[in-house]
């Protein structure tokens, strides 16, 4: 293989791997110090706000650090979605979450998978809420934690949040540092391709296989 070969196989290598790089969390304060965590009831439910980055991403799932009292009855129903931003701080309902059984007691990491497929989209701020239906304000509760401090990692940031007394029929939104924002981390898919990065991805394709049939006639 000659120079000017080496030099397109090399070019169409970096142009696959471009249009192949994803991000794996968007947005994570998990490994900040717990304060201390909210008890979250059939009234009183929380939620979290974090904006993306400057990219389009299929969402995967979300980790929350979740606990509960430990009388809690069949009835209980735990309240956990993804909303858009709204007029009222809280918008439209865009998916709900699955997860396995709430441990008892103190909060610990807990991954939710979403019930319907969701594409955030780039610069865009969301709200995770969560709460309880039929919860006993006296001897039930959904734990959720909140961070010592502000900081996070990855290209998404998180916001302030917000909470509501009667359910989620209203919302008041509450400021950044007071208190921490929950602890969270939103991992995401392979970011939706660009037009740009579809055709960069074809254009190293078709030069990986033009090379392949070149060097085939030799």
Not at 164 to 175: F, H, R
Request: charged share 15%.
């Amino acid at each position: 293989m000659n120079c000017i070969q080496k030099r397109f196989t090399a070019a169409a290598a970096m142009a696959l791997a471009a249009s192949c790089a994803q991000a794996d969390v968007l947005v994570s304060n998990l490994a900040q110090p717990e304060r201390s965590f909210s008890e979250l009831s059939s009234l009183f439910w929380a939620a979290q706000s974090f904006t993306t980055d400057g990219s389009a991403h299929s969402l995967l799932s979300v980790d929350a650090m979740l606990g509960s009292g430990a009388d809690r009855g069949d009835d209980t129903e735990v309240v956990a979605e993804l909303h858009a931003s709204g007029p009222g701080i809280i918008g439209s309902l865009l998916t709900t979450f699955s997860f396995g059984s709430m441990p008892s007691g103190a909060p610990s990491a807990i991954s939710l998978l979403p019930d319907s497929g969701v594409t955030l989209a780039a610069g865009t701020t969301y709200w995770l809420v969560m709460g309880e239906r039929h919860g006993s304000l006296d001897s039930e509760y959904l734990g959720w934690s909140y961070a010592e401090g502000n900081a996070s990692t990855g290209p998404g940031s998180l916001g302030a949040f917000g909470y509501s007394t009667d359910g989620g029929m209203s919302w008041s939104a509450s400021t950044f540092d007071t208190p921490n924002p929950f602890r969270l981390a939103v991992n995401v898919a392979s970011p939706v391709p660009e037009p740009s990065s579809v055709a960069l991805m074809a254009l190293g394709l078709l030069a990986l296989l033009a090379m392949r049939r070149v060097h085939r006639s030799e």
